[in-house]
């Protein structure tokens, strides 16, 4: 458990992304004193005001905290950032291009520019998901371009922290992953960490970077399996929720992760199995298991489509209220959202879509533009529609008042893709209510 070696460590953090960003606030937090740098001009002037430029709980008031106690500050110059820091995090982001690769070219790009500001030894640790192999790039790059007198190491350290509940989890993870190769290198990691209590795992490089996609890419395949398991329910009668309880319950399956639904979206499961697929391709192996899982989670959406259509057969100029827009709760992400592909085969059947989200239509605007439309609360996108489409869990939807919303609508259909309502209590408010998994009464 780590807790025993905490020390202070100036430390920078490159990119503040939602990853860069919660990680560079919370080793503020836990005392250490951190450089924040993007190269993004708007983000580094909005955090050195104090404020957030994503939806985080829990981030805005500790980005006050670390500033106001000056453990905590924000720079374009990552240059100025390096030299004046003795670890140096890598948090850029690392898209999976078309053909499954991941597109290395930020962090190649931060990797050089790091090693031209070294000034002394540094550990450069790297965030960014990457594929097996991808340190030792990063080392040679780093190598390539500092100066040789000066030494490194480098290190991966994997991040699982969930948006929507990032600064919780990175604050008490259930472990931290430390590959590294000096001894040296690993000793600061568990001073930087020192305070957290959690088990450290120490491992070589390559098992670290295969330790977070084979994570991502198994949770992934929980989601789908017992996607797969709602059709069968849907098919025979059996109740999803009352299935994945009881397999959950066995510690052998664990109950996280078995919430069936519209398929997984976010800026990292797709990709993260994407990539993992394409490294076991050039690993010579073809991991048509994640294949399988990718089609499954596609073809949820294309079975919610369904739905909708088997209550609506014509979508022509139909009005369709969504609620729900951002990949989960929690957060105004709406990187491979769900929501983005059932709208868009809901257009393609000339459906009129007017939705709402309690954070993330200003950057659902950018995907959809004049698409579709927005309104400022559930109960406006509710009048005179056809049907409800719930696409993502807000707990503000727990308190829809349904009487109102019924004399709102133009006919009484939810299709809810979260599960979010009893069948038997929509039943009885006089509803046709489908979800996923479950009877339709
Ligand atoms: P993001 O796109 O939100 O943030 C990346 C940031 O890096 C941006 O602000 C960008 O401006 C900045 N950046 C890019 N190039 C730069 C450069 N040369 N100099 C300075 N700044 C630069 O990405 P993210 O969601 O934070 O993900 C970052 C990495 O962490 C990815 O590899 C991702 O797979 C991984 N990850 C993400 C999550 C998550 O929940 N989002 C969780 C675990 C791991
Ligand atoms: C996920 C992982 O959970 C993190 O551990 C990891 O650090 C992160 O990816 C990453 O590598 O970036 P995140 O994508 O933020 O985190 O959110 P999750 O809570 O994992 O949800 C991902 C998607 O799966 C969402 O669309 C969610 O609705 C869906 N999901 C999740 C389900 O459909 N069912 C579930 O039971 C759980």
């Not at 019924?406 to 006919?411: D, G, M, Y």
């Amino acid at each position: 458990m780590a807790s025993v070696n905490f020390r202070s460590i100036n430390i920078c953090v490159i990119g503040t992304g939602y990853v860069g960003l919660v990680t560079g606030v919370c080793l503020a937090k836990i005392g250490h004193s951190v450089i924040c740098v993007d190269n993004n001009k708007d983000k580094i002037k909005k955090l050195k005001k104090g404020i957030s430029p994503i939806y985080e709980p829990g981030l805005s008031s500790l980005i006050k905290e670390g500033i106001k106690k000056g453990r905590l500050s924000f720079s374009e110059d990552i240059n100025y950032a390096v030299k004046n820091s003795d670890v140096v995090f890598v948090c850029v982001n690392t898209p999976t291009q078309k053909n499954g690769k991941t597109d290395l070219r930020y962090i190649k790009a931060v990797s050089r520019e790091i090693a031209k500001a070294m000034n002394g030894y540094k550990v450069i640790v790297s965030k960014s998901t990457i594929a097996v192999g991808t340190s030792q790039k990063i080392k040679e790059i780093m190598k390539r371009h500092h100066h040789p007198k000066l030494k490194f190491d480098i290190v991966f350290n994997p991040e699982f922290l969930r948006e929507g509940s990032a600064v919780d989890d990175f604050l008490h993870p259930d472990r931290i992953v430390i590959g590294a190769e000096s001894e040296k290198a690993k000793r600061i990691m568990e001073q930087i960490y020192g305070s957290v209590k959690t088990p450290i795992i120490f491992t070589g490089i390559e098992a670290s970077e295969i330790i977070k996609h084979a994570s991502n890419a198994f949770l992934a395949t929980k989601i789908s399996f017992i996607n797969t398991v709602s059709n069968i329910c849907e098919k025979n009668g059996g109740e999803i929720e009352e299935v994945a309880l009881a397999m959950g319950l066995d510690k052998r399956i664990g109950k996280d992760f078995l919430k069936a639904g519209i398929g997984f979206g976010g800026s990292c499961f797709p990709k993260d199995v994407a990539a993992f697929i394409r490294v076991a391709k050039d690993s010579g192996y073809d991991f048509k298991l994640l294949k399988e899982v990718q089609r499954i989670n596609f073809n949820q959406r294309e079975q919610f489509v369904k739905k909708v259509q088997s209550l609506i057969p014509n979508l022509k100029n139909k009005k369709i209220a969504v609620l729900g827009l951002s990949f989960k709760p929690n957060t105004d992400d709406m990187r491979e959202a769900p929501s983005i592909d059932i709208i868009k085969m809901l257009l393609v059947k000339k459906a009129v879509i007017k939705a709402y989200d309690p954070v993330a239509m200003e950057k659902a605007k950018d995907i959809f533009k004049n698409k579709i439309t927005y309104g400022s609360n559930m109960y406006e996108v509710m009048k005179g529609a056809n049907a409800v489409l719930i696409l993502t869990e807000w707990a503000d939807f727990l308190k829809i008042d349904f009487k109102k919303a019924k004399k709102l609508l133009r006919s009484p259909f939810i299709i809810d893709g979260r599960n979010m309502f009893s069948p038997e209590k929509m039943a009885n408010l006089g509803f046709e209510y489908y979800s996923i998994g479950r009877k339709k009464l």
